[in-house]
Nanobody
Framework: QVQLVESGGGLVQPGGSLNLSCAAS????????MGWNRQAPGKQRELVAM???????SYADSVKGRFTISRDNAKNTVYLQMNSLKPEDTAVYYC???????????????WGQGTQVTVSS
């Protein structure tokens, strides 16, 4: 049974930081590309960051320079370090696993249940 479990969300003030984690089980983590997505109320889901099996990364323009995706294959975990947070970053954040960047973009692999991030003063 494949499980992706996100954690680390919460309430933070503008300009603050959060570090999200996504722990995977039931898959050979090291052979999967991983992604972080978000969805705000009334908005479409947005792919914010991806990391390949070789740790190449790609970011949405909206988060470039503020967010960093990383992975620890020994812990079967992918991280999203979020700095300089803005109110518009408020959303439910989901991780997903796929066989390639294309599958991450298409959302055709495995998904977690999400963690809420709220940026507000």
């Amino acid at each position: 049974q494949v499980q992706l479990v996100e954690s680390g969300g919460g309430l933070v003030q503008p300009g603050g930081s959060l570090n999200l984690s996504c722990a995977a089980s039931g898959i050979i983590f090291s052979i999967y590309a991983m992604g972080w997505n978000r969805q705000a109320p009334g908005k479409q889901r947005e792919l914010v960051a991806m990391i390949s099996t070789g740790s190449s990364t790609s970011y949405a323009d909206s988060v470039k320079g503020r967010f960093t995706i990383s992975r620890d294959n020994a812990k079967n975990t992918v991280y999203l370090q979020m700095n300089s947070l803005k109110p518009e970053d408020t959303a439910v954040y989901y991780c997903n696993a796929g066989t390639s960047f294309t599958s991450i973009r298409l959302g055709s692999g495995y998904w977690g249940q999400g963690t809420q991030v709220t940026v507000s003063s």
